[in-house]
């Protein structure tokens, strides 16, 4: 920012000059104030809602209660929690390598010629809507499924639909942390006659890890709150999936699927897993911004 | 050294070997993303034409088409836009102009960009239909679900907007700085125009993210399919529509095919257009230094 601290128009109309700047400071800090007070805004009114359900029903019956059956008072979100976890790892699990690898095949293996139009595929892939993503896994990946193992709405599904979605999350954020390896360290490994792979493997991947840890906490979070993608596909039953071909039921799931009629302290049961997955994306947003800020940790 | 032979030779597999799996992987996902690309295209091309997409939807959905649909989205999109543009903006001239990003408002206001924009979208709606349809008393609505996913898009348009700002050259603000302009002066002569196709490309990129959006609007705008005759009338959009139809309409697979890739062809044009606009913008601005 480069200003002079006093402002040095013109004599003639110095005073409305700086009326206006101050007006135009003034505005844009009320704007800013705006934006700063939306999030605690949002997470005002999810503990406003989720109060009614945290003050009467303790803490431990979310986890221990027999069932999920809110119209007998038994609230137990174990099972959706762990239909979470298992979706959005498992995604992980299979996004990570293939990210990775995309953001390799962009920076060192392909002409720059293929690497434009196949970075500009990843960023179509990462701009196709979610529904859409979950009408093509019903119509097409679940009666795929269902052949080699009925019924295929299952978690299988929804892993292979969630690591479409964070694919591109995880190239992207990968490539650009390969970027800011500085070109000595490459020209380097280069001039010892290391192999591609070695230079890779022993120079360009350590250098951008925490890079590459910021970008699949990222994608972490959008796992964990993606919501209509994973209804679509993953069948929605409430329990704790044996296999990878049961069905099972995310925390957003069950939040879009049952908030149109859900009263009382079954809304607030909503919005108290609402307020979880906040937390959790908040969490891993938080440690990607620190990895960001401490590139040596 | 006769065994440096056999470790050159394994090292030399490990190289190839690495380069098939690197090409496979991204031959994969090509691979995956025409699939996708030719099912949507290939089930949606047959039911769609100039009636469905100017006629209402009749049986559920199941005939008809989707103007009112249509009519719906543009209308939540254009009181997201309303809303979030002057504020996004504003933030943006704020944190690149104004205030350096040491200091505490600065990074609070950052900090809270962050977290919005990691933000699940179903949270979202879950706040907006407390906030906007009962606490103000909005209602199922076009404007709740337009004033939610305005909260959406700020963090896109903030953080497109501010890059774009802080891509101006610092000799624009010295040269205004020495001919004595006011700072209001040089914002908006001077550096907003030279920042307007990154504004434009957030722009675009924040109408695509809108668009896209479901589970937001879920709670907030509603499911009515009629043509909305206000603001404060539910209204269905797009997204919410294909939902609807593949999950809560037994038969109503080929209009969601076609209003799929009716969304997929509208975002794709939206996408590349604010590609384009980036990239250009980007040469130019090497030639120009």
Redesign the interface.
């Known amino acids: 920012m480069i200003w002079s601290k006093h402002n040095i128009s013109s004599p003639s109309a110095p005073a409305d000059a700086m009326q206006v700047d101050k007006l135009i400071l003034w505005l844009l800090r009320g704007g800013g104030s705006i934006v700063a007070a939306l999030v605690l805004l949002i997470l005002l009114f999810l503990a406003v809602e989720s109060w009614p359900a945290l003050r009467h029903i303790p803490a431990g019956r979310f986890l221990n209660d027999p069932s999920w059956n809110p119209a007998e008072r038994m609230y137990n979100l174990a099972p959706m929690l762990s239909g979470t976890l298992y979706a959005a790892g498992g995604a992980l699990l299979v996004a990570t390598p293939l990210g990775v690898a995309s953001a390799l095949f962009i920076a060192y293996y392909s002409s720059p010629r293929t690497a434009g139009i196949y970075r500009r595929l990843i960023e179509l892939l990462a701009g196709i809507p979610s529904v859409v993503y979950g009408f093509w896994g019903l119509t097409t990946l679940v009666p795929l499924i269902n052949q080699l193992h009925p019924p295929g709405a299952s978690l299988l599904a929804g892993i292979l639909i969630l690591t479409l979605m964070i694919l591109p999350t995880i190239a992207l954020t990968a490539h650009a942390a390969l970027l800011a390896v500085p070109g000595e360290y490459l020209r380097g490994a280069a001039a010892l006659g290391m192999s591609r792979w070695g230079m890779i493997h022993g120079v360009a991947l350590p250098a951008a890890k925490t890079g590459l840890m910021a970008g699949i906490m990222l994608a972490a979070g959008r796992a964990i709150g993606e919501t209509m993608a994973v209804l679509m596909v993953t069948g929605n039953v409430v329990r704790h999936a044996d296999s990878l071909f049961d069905p099972v039921r995310t925390l957003a799931a069950n939040i879009a699927l049952e908030m149109a009629y859900a009263m009382d302290d079954h809304r607030a049961a909503l919005f108290i897993s609402g307020l979880t997955l906040m937390l959790m994306v908040m969490a891993l947003a938080g440690m990607a911004g620190w990895l960001g800020r401490n590139p040596h940790a | 050294m006769p065994e440096s032979v056999p470790v050159k030779l394994a090292?030399?597999l490990?190289?190839r070997f690495?380069?098939l799996?690197?090409?496979l992987?991204?031959a994969?996902?090509?691979a995956?993303?025409v699939?996708?690309v030719s099912?949507?295209v290939r089930?949606g091309w047959a039911h769609l034409s100039w009636d469905f997409l100017m006629d209402s939807p009749r049986n559920a959905g199941r005939a008809g088409g989707i103007g009112p649909i249509l009519v719906s989205t543009v209308l939540i999109l254009l009181i997201a836009l309303m809303t979030a543009l002057?504020?996004g903006w504003?933030?943006a001239?704020?944190?690149a102009?104004?205030?350096?990003a040491s200091s505490g408002?600065g990074c609070?206001?950052r900090?809270?960009?962050?977290?919005?924009?990691?933000?699940?979208?179903?949270?979202?709606?879950?706040?907006g239909?407390?906030?906007f349809s009962i606490?103000l008393d909005m209602g199922f609505s076009i404007l709740s679900g337009g004033l939610t996913l305005a909260?959406m898009l700020?963090p896109i348009l903030?953080s497109t907007a501010e890059s774009g700002l802080r891509a101006v050259p610092?000799a624009y603000?010295?040269s205004a700085?020495a001919l004595?302009?006011?700072?209001?002066?040089t914002?908006f002569r001077l550096l907003l125009p030279a920042a307007a196709p990154a504004l434009a490309a957030g722009l675009l990129l924040g109408i695509?993210r809108a668009?896209?959006?479901?589970?937001a609007l879920?709670?907030t705008s509603g499911y009515v399919d009629r043509m909305p005759g206000s603001l404060l009338d539910s209204g269905r959009s797009l997204?919410?529509h294909?939902?609807d139809l593949?999950?809560n309409v037994s038969g109503g697979?080929a209009p969601?095919?076609a209003s799929?890739l009716v969304?997929?062809v509208a975002?794709?044009l939206i996408?590349m257009a604010a590609?384009r606009l980036t990239a250009g913008w980007q040469r130019r601005k090497i030639v120009s230094e």
């Open positions: 090292h030399a490990r190289d690495a380069q799996a690197v090409c992987a991204a994969l996902v090509c995956v993303f699939w996708i099912d949507l089930g002057p504020l504003v933030t001239a704020l944190l102009e104004y205030v350096s408002f609070a206001v900090y809270s960009l962050q977290v919005l924009a990691g933000v699940p979208s179903i949270v979202f709606g879950l706040f239909n407390a906030f606490y909260c700020l903030v610092d603000r010295l700085a004595g302009l006011s700072r209001a002066t914002l695509g668009m896209a959006e479901t589970a879920l709670f997204a919410i294909i939902f593949s999950m697979d969601a095919h799929t969304l997929i975002l794709l996408n590609m």
